[in-house]
């Protein structure tokens, strides 16, 4: 059983990364945002508590958030573990996390916001399936359009520059001082992630001190 947490500001592919790992080593990811992201589009009346919050780049209220982690965490099927991206991201959120589970490990990916930027405001999101393109370096085939479900590709309601900022904002603000409490704990792994995708996930790998990542062929998939 593993249990991870993975920080990095906007950007440094927390759900990228949580993916690799979690399809290799049989973990449940569980990413707060998208948690909250199908909640609004799907309508619920969860949705529309967080729906103005989210476009505007500020966090949730910790109640909402904590809610969502404890009812993800409380359907127990995760027997190989978990990795959860976007939670912790204030101190009461870390309190509350560390009084109820215990981790193995944080990976922290860092990124310039310098490069946060380039890498944000070029990111599309497919509206059927919830996959991530990026138009510096994974275009899709045709242009617009999902590769994997045909869906449109549309911009996040948050990735606009102004609410980039008051992200940005809040993670220096409220998510690095979760860093340090984690710390002092010796829990976090620091990578560097500025490579491709792939170095990303490998040196998290060696550092966690888990088997290599093996790629697929990418002209097979
Ligand atoms: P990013 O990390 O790129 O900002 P996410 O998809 O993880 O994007 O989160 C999107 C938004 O969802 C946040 O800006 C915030 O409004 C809300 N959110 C996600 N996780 C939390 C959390 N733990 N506490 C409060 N709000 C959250
Ligand atoms: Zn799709």
Request: aromatic letters at 8%; charged letters at 30%.
């Amino acid at each position: 059983m593993r249990k991870y947490v993975i920080m990095g500001v906007q950007g440094s592919g927390k759900g990228t990364q949580s993916g690799l790992l979690a399809a290799d080593l049989d973990l449940v990811h569980i990413s707060v945002g998208d948690i909250f992201r199908w909640n609004v589009v799907n309508h619920t009346k969860l949705g529309a508590q967080v729906r103005r919050t989210m476009a505007k780049g500020e966090l949730v209220s910790d109640d909402l958030a904590e809610g969502v982690v404890r009812d993800r965490l409380t359907q127990h099927d995760w027997n190989y573990g978990f990795i959860i991206d976007g939670f912790p991201r204030n101190q009461p959120q870390a309190e509350f996390f560390l009084e109820s589970y215990d981790i193995d490990g944080v990976i922290h990916l860092e990124l310039p916001d310098s490069e946060v930027r380039r890498r944000v405001l070029a990111r599309r999101l497919c509206s059927g399936c919830g996959m991530d393109y990026n138009l510096i370096d994974s275009n899709p085939q045709l242009a617009g359009t999902c590769d994997s479900c045909g869906g449109d590709l549309v911009i996040r309601e948050d990735d606009t520059e102004e609410a980039l900022a008051v992200r940005l904002r809040e993670y220096h603000q409220k998510t690095n001082p979760v860093l340090d409490i984690f710390r002092r704990k010796e829990y976090v792994v620091s990578v560097d992630a500025r490579g491709s995708k792939d170095e990303v996930q490998q040196s998290i790998r060696k550092y966690l001190g888990l088997p290599d990542y093996h790629p697929a062929d990418p002209a097979v998939g």
